[in-house]
Each structure stands twice: as structure tokens, then as C-alpha cells.
């Protein structure tokens, strides 16, 4: 087999592996962050929580917080005074709050949200790493088998 017919296979079997892995990566990936049950926009986003320095409350709420035993009257609905936007920015609905030793309000479950983005990063970083050594092993034992198959072994 001429050498340029051995180099134009590997160009398309290279091309080949490629598009495959990446179908095959982007759905792993997916799979992954279903599995992980991660809500990007929540978890990349700071915890919207009033603050009375910088912001304006225009709706209030009683609610559960952690740590008081009666119903709390809690901000729910503020005007955050450095967002240019002029949005109003809510509490979330459905997550537990809870008082800090400093009187701050936070919500509880956003370590574990932490902990789950975590994962889903050591997750991503493990596929693409893995996507990468599998394209280089293939290509070199694919490269391998041609050279064999020319009549010469290196």
C-alpha cells in the first residue's frame, strides 16, 4: 500500500473517531448532568438572598426559617439597588432557610448544591480526559495496523 493512501485512511479514520466521540462525550456528558440532577442556572448563580445595605424590599412573606421556632416575616421579593436592570429579585420557592450565628439569613441546601457542581466538574473534566487518551489510543493502534498491513513492522 503507497504511503499516501496509508495517510489518507488515518485522515479519515481520524476524522471518523473524532465526530463518534464527540456524539458519544456530549452524550455523556448530558446523561451526567441529568443524572446529577444539578440546576445550572441556581447553582452558578450567588444565593439571592435580600440584603438590607444594597437592596429594596417591595413584597414580604411569613415562612419557616431553621433556627426560629414562629413563622419569620422574611423579604421576598427586592430591588437590587446595583443591578442597572431593574429587576425584581425573588427568594427561591421550595428551599429551606435558615438563620447563620451572625443573623444572616442563608439557604440550607446550597452545600449540597456545591457538592453536586463539584461532581458534575470532576465528571466533565474525567470525560474529556478520557475522551482525549481513547482518541490517541485508537489512532495509533489504527496507524499500527496499517503499517502491518503495508509488509512493514516497526
Aim: proline share 2%.
Amino acid at each position: 500500500m503507497a504511503a499516501d493512501s496509508r495517510d489518507t485512511r488515518l485522515t479519515w479514520y481520524t476524522r471518523g473517531l473524532t465526530v463518534v466521540l464527540i456524539l458519544f462525550c456530549n452524550g455523556l456528558l448530558v446523561l451526567g448532568w441529568w443524572v446529577s440532577g444539578v440546576n445550572l442556572e441556581e447553582a452558578l448563580s450567588k444565593p439571592a438572598i435580600y440584603d438590607m445595605n444594597s437592596h429594596y424590599c417591595v413584597g414580604v412573606k411569613w415562612m419557616k426559617v431553621e433556627g426560629v421556632e414562629p413563622l419569620m416575616k422574611v423579604c421576598a421579593q427586592w430591588l437590587d439597588l446595583s443591578d442597572p436592570s431593574g429587576a425584581t429579585h425573588s427568594i427561591r420557592i421550595g428551599h429551606a432557610l435558615a438563620i447563620g450565628d451572625d443573623g444572616i439569613l442563608h439557604y440550607t441546601d446550597q452545600r449540597h448544591e456545591d457538592y453536586r457542581l463539584l461532581g458534575l466538574v470532576i465528571f466533565v473534566i474525567l470525560v474529556f480526559g478520557a475522551g482525549m487518551w481513547t482518541k490517541q489510543y485508537l489512532i495509533a493502534r489504527y496507524a499500527m495496523h496499517l503499517q502491518r498491513s503495508d509488509g512493514r513492522v516497526s
